[in-house]
Every structure is written in C-alpha cells, then in structure tokens.
C-alpha cells in the first residue's frame, strides 16, 4: 500500500509563490507519473502537472509558464513551484502517483490566493 503525504499548501496573495511537495511511501515498485490535480469549489477534478518517469514534464494550459512540476526520485517525493499566483488558482491540491499495481491520492491540500 502507497500513502502520500502533501504539504505546502496555505494563503498567499495574488502575486505570490507557493511550493507543493508530496511524498510517497509504502510499497512503491516502478513509479511510471506522479501528478498534481486541483479542485476549486463546485467544479470537477482537473489535472495541472504531470512527470513521468523520464522526467517528461506536461501541464494545463492554465498554469503554463507559472508553475513548476519537479521530482526527487530517492526520495520519491514531487514538488510544484507555484509562481505568479492567481485568485483562479484556488483549489484544493491534489497529488497522485502511478506505478506498478498502484494509482493512489494524498489527501489534499488547500490553497488560497487573495485578490
């Protein structure tokens, strides 16, 4: 069984930075992605930022040039560098970790940004 940890999450100011990290720990064998999806009250699930396990990058169209997914693989842990925050961003952020047998979620965590 996998169990994510996240943390980082907070109230910042239109403007600011936030950093994300999840780490991953359990019974981990071949991870192939690991993710960071948000969810903003009373809409669905999106996903923002993905890595693979060739270090392959991919993000949301909205977050572009703003965010930053990194991964420490001895760690097993993912990073998103949050840049240029928005009040748009407001969400509850999620990590998810693909590998052999395994698709598993953290719990979430909650971010903010003011106007």
């Known amino acids: 069984q996998v169990q994510l940890v996240e943390s980082g999450g907070g109230l910042v100011q239109a403007g600011g930075s936030l950093k994300l990290s999840c780490a991953a720990s359990g019974s981990i064998f071949s991870i192939n992605r690991m993710a960071w999806y948000r969810q903003a009250p009373g809409k669905q699930r999106e996903l923002v930022a993905t890595?693979?396990?060739?270090?392959?990058?991919t993000y949301a169209d909205a977050v572009k040039g703003r965010f930053t997914i990194t991964r420490d693989t001895m760690k097993n842990t993912v990073y998103l560098q949050m840049n240029s925050l928005r009040p748009e961003d407001t969400a509850v952020y999620y990590c998810?970790?693909?590998?052999?047998?395994?698709?598993?979620w953290g719990q979430g965590t909650q971010v903010t940004v003011s106007s």
């Open positions: 998810n970790v693909r590998a052999y047998g395994t698709n598993a």
């Open positions: 890595i693979n396990s060739a270090g392959s990058t």
